[in-house]
């Protein structure tokens, strides 16, 4: 029941700051820093899951079951600053965390 | 009857504008689709985030955290602060939508997040009637708005039917990790990306997932540090929806 309010509050939130401007854009003016702001918001939060994501998974397993996401975490890192595209990121690590979590003992 | 035909005209020629964004938009919709039908909550909740809430960042980031078992106040918390962004897409449309019937802004609206922002702006960039750019706009946004609908449908329908032994729940961190590392040349970017990603882990124990919202507004912090770098024109902050 929750997870359908919560979706709903994001969706009316998100809906509400698309219409904002829309009918208020003769009363008020955005402030510059503010918007500079916001280019930061999607890259910091990305970072955040992933790193929560990642830590997450490593922590609290003993080091031979942390090993096969840190070596999918490092090759993916490798890919994507080789070619440039964040999805090079699950091209390779998938690969390289399906071998390393069949070939280390569990 | 004329008019008639140059909207089709102009529909065709938003959504012809649209077409190079579906290579972001498409598999970006798939990872969604995957990451809602493994994660921990209805499949048909992680579905619904993209008519309701169409923006890709924010819905990922609310699927992560449901699965993680947040506190609801926290998941809506920062999936706003992710969508603050339209904020500034709304003040730049409304200045093109002034005087339009109210269901036009009421669907327009809808429809605003980076790539069909992008593609109007081109419209309402060339100089022809504004009427014209309304078309192309709109052909523009149904085009994405399909795609990404259908993306994540055909994902959710896939990541339902896969073992488990493939570790799907992996492919929502290493996208993330992709898509933060492809923007680590840009030093503000950095400084932004770094200082989430440590206030992350160090906050990993932090009650009701707040971490992860520390994280962000750390990371929001440690950017503006940044000398601010001039910049042609308004920088989309995604490919995506």
Redesign the interface.
Known sequence: M??????????A???L??????VL?DRYT?PP?????????????????????????C?GVGATQAAA?LA??AV??IA??RT???????LA??PV??IA?ALLPS | MSTLVTDRHDLAAGARAMAPWLFGIVPFGLVIGLSAARADIPTLAGWLTGPLILAGSAQIAMIEMLDAGATPVVVVVAALVINLRLIFYSATMARYWRGTPWWWRLVAAYLIIDPSFAVGMDGYGRPVDRRRGHAYYLGGAALMWVAWVAAISLGATLGAGLPAWLHLEFVIPLFLLGEAVTKLRDPALRRAIFAAAAVAVLALAAPLHLGIVLAIVAGIAAGLTAQPRPRPSRQLAEVAP
């Not at chain 1, 440039?84 to 699950?90: F, K, L, M, R, W």
Request: aromatic fraction near 10%.
């Open positions: 929750t997870v359908w309010i919560v979706i709903l509050a994001a969706a939130g998100s809906y700051f698309r219409l904002s401007m829309i854009a955005l820093a503010l918007e500079r702001a916001t280019g930061f918001v999607a890259p910091a939060a990305f970072a955040a899951l992933a790193a929560a994501g990642i830590a997450t998974a922590v996401p999918a975490l993916a890192v994507v600053l440039g595209s964040g999805y090079a990121a699950i690590g998938m965390l399906w979590t």
